[in-house]
């Protein structure tokens, strides 16, 4: 039995299910804090600088020569620290403080490419706990690191375990619910992150000092690292690597919380080993020209997406009075495009979708490569689902993930600085998030590219029509 047929039958999002997606949804409120804390930690207060200690007028916001070594003294009006205020990053310095950001989306995207075959090869939920212990260390360290140096070399650390973490739980929260469920699981781990936005301005707006911030934040890691002791290793990664019997366990364990059973003699089906081993990487991205051309799209999206995104976050910080209530407010904008977002996935055809199937020539020649599950235009043009790539083979989402977050990243680290369901893709085979794919699967998706949809229309199987209905005359 196939496990998504498994899946059906145990029940594809029921309690057990729900409490593992809620447990590793709250993840990402914890990534929103590890991205976004420098609104807070590195935000530059206005500041008095004394050029001299005899009693002369201080410089407003300014310092001589705009150096900061110039200045005998300054003063901060403000009585939260930062690392602005402890390391007077500020005039000529203040570079410094607006690159910890910089740094961080440099770790993310150096650390893409790497991180997705890591949970491939000691699975999801190991990646996870060690992704989080390196966090930790990097916290801890930051919260007493005695220079900037030793806090950006943190920083850029911290990026690139945070990567294995965010990858992780998307993976594992879609592994562990039955196909229909995939576009919500993804769409709530998004929902997660812009809800862990207000609750660091919230955390941020109590604790006055970056230092015991970060003193929360590993606390707040040390507290969720128990949830590796409770969250099962994703079923389908198991049956990839041909641990059976873990699989069935982990199964037998979320039919109980569902409150059924298993079927009697079941005998789970796993992927067919391949017959040689094939070297896959990120340039098979590129190997087929259609491909390449969706792969640059879905590139060029996540870069532009991501530069504004970030831009407008970081700007929030200082569109209002308050920058603790405005970078609140910009995560919870985000939460009513999250509902549209679910409405429009879980309708079978959308206006705008047919529209741009019909009109854009990218429209009409989307791949229609899994016949029974229908490709949802959400998923076909909205690049927030990065999770499921549906023109790519099992393999190629693989290695496509890390590629476009890597991108993404790129696009967040250029941002200007401060003034798988109803819906899924594709079969839900255990090498979804593994790479247990065809070799030549990129080849057999071209070549299943039909040029035209032709809907209702009975199959000839070749055999030409006779020329008389062809040129419409009726013979007697």
Request: net charge positive.
């Amino acid at each position: 039995m196939d496990i998504d047929e498994v899946f059906s039958h145990i029940g594809e999002f029921g309690p057990a299910q729900k409490k593992y997606v809620l447990v590793i949804s709250l993840a990402q409120v914890y990534i929103a804090s590890i991205n976004l804390n420098m609104e807070f930690t590195a935000f530059a207060p206005e500041f008095e600088c004394y050029p001299s200690e005899d009693g002369s007028a201080p410089l407003l916001n300014a310092c001589p020569d705009n150096e900061a070594a110039k200045c005998a003294r300054l003063v901060y009006n403000s009585n939260y620290s930062t690392i602005v205020t402890e390391w007077n990053l500020v005039c000529d310095q203040a570079y410094r403080a607006k690159g910890c950001q910089s740094a961080f989306m440099a770790g993310l995207m150096v650390a893409a490419p790497l991180m997705g075959p890591l949970a491939d090869k000691v699975g999801r939920l190991r990646t996870i706990a060690a992704c989080l212990l390196v966090l930790l260390a990097c916290f801890g360290g930051s919260m007493a690191a005695p220079t900037f140096d030793v806090f950006l070399v943190l920083r850029f650390v911290s990026g690139s375990v945070t990567i294995g973490m965010i990858l992780s739980t998307f993976v594992l929260a879609s592994e562990v619910v039955g196909a229909s469920q995939r576009a919500f699981c993804g769409n709530l781990m998004s929902v997660m992150f812009a809800l862990g936005i207000p609750v660091l301005s919230a955390a941020a707006s109590l604790i006055h000092s970056w230092r015991h911030l970060y003193l929360l934040f590993t606390l707040f890691g040390c507290a969720y690292f128990s949830a590796y002791f409770y969250l099962p290793e994703s079923p389908r990664w198991l049956l990839l690597k041909g641990r059976e019997e873990a699989a069935l366990r982990v199964l037998q364990r979320i039919a109980r919380c569902n409150g059924t059973t298993l079927p009697a003699g079941l005998k789970l089906r796993s992927a067919a080993p391949r017959a040689a081993p094939v070297a896959e990487g990120v340039c098979s991205l590129f190997k087929y020209r259609k491909v390449a051309v969706w792969t640059l799209v879905m590139m060029f999206s996540w870069f532009t997406n991501n530069l504004c995104y970030y831009g407008l976050t970081s700007a929030s910080a200082t569109m209002g009075s308050d920058r603790f209530t405005s970078v609140a407010l910009s995560g919870l904008i985000e939460l009513p495009a999250y509902a549209i977002v679910m409405l429009v996935l879980n309708r079978q055809a959308v206006c705008g979708g047919k529209l741009l199937r019909d009109l854009h020539p990218l429209g009409r020649n989307l791949p229609h490569v899994y016949p029974k599950h229908r490709l949802r235009f959400g998923q076909r043009v909205c690049p927030h689902w990065r999770h499921r790539l549906p023109v790519h083979g099992p393999s190629e989402r693989r290695d496509g993930r890390p590629a476009l977050r890597g991108v993404r990243c790129a696009g967040g680290r250029l941002r200007p600085a401060e003034p798988d369901a109803a819906g899924d893709a594709g079969p839900p085979a255990a090498g979804d998030g593994g790479g247990a794919g065809r070799p030549d699967r990129l080849r057999d998706v071209l070549a299943a590219t039909p040029a035209r949809r032709r809907r209702g229309r009975p199959r000839t199987g070749g055999a030409r029509r006779p020329a008389a209905r062809r040129q419409g005359r009726v013979t007697g």
